[in-house]
């Protein structure tokens, strides 16, 4: 006889941000139920809410959870000594490699929970986008004071445009049935763009 050790509280709602994010990927965030998450997992769809009173909070958590794995992969792309232009290429490629192996990102992000349904979900993506400005802007302007990107490049425009071809590039992806390589193209596009950026 198989005995099952009972999942403690803090294991049963990391398997239920797993399978948000999972499911998402699947069948598309505005499509999942929490019926679809109990049956997935296994448990009672009041099992569910024991863990997160409503749906918003699993929601969330899946955010925080996203946060949390992004900021770590991206710690790993940071090299000390290199450029900042040599950071800010293994940052973009880092972030659409994480988007591959994550693909429910793109369809949260441009999902009606996150834009019309969760107004703390929607916080929480402004405000790590904001971080994300922040940081390609700083190093764009560090590339800007050594000489090797244009004096009038504004360096928190030049950010917002990448910002753009990731999200772009990953929503393009998405449309596309993930038929290509994400990290490959983007880093073929920001080739493109950074290349206007240098100076003469």
């Not at 996203?66 to 290199?82: D, E, F, H, N, P």
């Amino acid at each position: 006889m198989v005995v099952r050790k009972r999942k403690s509280a803090t294991e049963r709602k990391q398997e239920i941000i797993d399978a948000t994010l999972r499911l998402s990927g699947e069948i598309g965030p505005d499509r999942l139920t929490t019926e679809d998450l109990a049956k997935e997992i296994g448990i009672s769809q009041p099992g569910i809410f024991r863990h997160f009173p409503t749906k918003g909070a699993i929601w969330e958590a899946v955010g925080r959870h996203i946060g949390t794995m992004l900021k770590a992969k991206m710690s790993l792309t940071q090299s000390r000594g290199s450029l900042p232009i040599d950071n800010l290429k293994h940052f973009v490629v880092g972030h659409l490699a994480f988007i591959e192996k994550t693909p429910a990102i793109p369809a949260i992000l441009f999902s009606r929970e996150l834009h019309a349904e969760n107004d703390q979900l929607r916080a929480f993506f402004a405000s790590l986008i904001a971080s994300r400005h922040k940081h390609f802007s700083g190093l764009i302007q560090a590339e800007i004071t050594a000489g090797r990107f244009k004096k009038s490049l504004d360096s928190d425009d030049a950010a917002y445009l990448i910002l753009a071809l990731i999200q772009g590039l990953a929503m393009r992806w998405s449309l596309n049935d993930r038929n290509f390589d994400l990290p490959a193209e983007g880093q073929r596009l920001l080739d493109l763009q950074i290349e206007g950026f240098m100076a003469s």
